[in-house]
């Protein structure tokens, strides 16, 4: 049996935080191994548990979202955040992305978009809200026309539109009649040119630019 998704649920109100965790316990396949009500609580939550991923709050006392999201990642455990909030700023959502954050979405969004998220994000893709990645979009393309763009090749375009559909390398392999070890190479270029180290900051950095 395919073993259940870790998750720590890191939410400062308590009934919300209840919602969510009352959500995840009746979905398959996810296992909630921990609460936390403030940033610093999920980042020890994380090193004690080791789970596949927490679902971040942003706005948190103490420690916020953003800066449990840089520790957590910077542990270097293989520990996820998905962001799950209200809050929907330009500033607030480039915080998490730049934090380290390998998904978005909104407290707002139905039930079972926010279950496939973690299921996504689980699996090393990159989940951003419909709403989420059309702020990229808009905040800078209007500078990127002044910008000396990277010179992304169209099949490494293509393998990064098709990341930010939230495909995982083998499925982008089979849908471009490719190897993974081609996806891979692409895509190491890609982070090469827009001088980026992961995938949603790939895909996060193309938006902003204009270039997906």
């Known amino acids: 049996m395919t073993e259940p998704i870790r998750v720590v649920v890191a939410d400062d109100h308590p009934i919300v935080r209840a919602g969510i965790v009352g959500l995840l316990e009746t979905a398959a396949g996810i296992e909630v191994v921990g609460e936390a009500a403030d940033g610093a609580e999920a980042v020890a939550l994380a090193e004690a548990e080791r789970p596949d991923l927490v679902l971040m709050d942003l706005r948190m006392p103490g420690v916020d979202g953003a800066s449990a999201t840089a520790s957590i990642v910077a542990a270097g455990t293989g520990t996820r955040v998905l962001v ?59 500078a990127a026309a002044s910008v000396d763009l990277p010179a992304l090749s169209p099949r490494e375009l293509e393998v990064l539109r098709l990341v930010a559909a939230g495909r995982s390398n083998p499925e982008i392999a089979r849908e471009l009649y490719i190897g993974e070890a081609t996806v891979k190479t692409h895509l190491l270029h890609a982070f090469e040119k827009l001088e980026v180290n992961d995938r949603t900051r790939a895909v996060t950095r193309a938006m902003e630019l204009g270039l997906l």
Not at 104 to 133: C, D, F, H, M
Request: hydrophobic fraction near 50%; avoid cysteine.
């Open 84 to 142: 799950l909030t209200t809050y929907e700023t330009d500033d607030h959502i480039l915080a998490a992305i730049e934090a380290g954050a390998s998904g978005y979405l909104l407290k707002a969004a139905p039930q079972a978009e926010i279950l496939e998220g973690i299921r996504a994000v689980a699996a090393g893709e990159t989940v951003l809200a419909p709403s989420i990645a059309a702020k990229l979009v808009s905040r800078v393309r209007a």
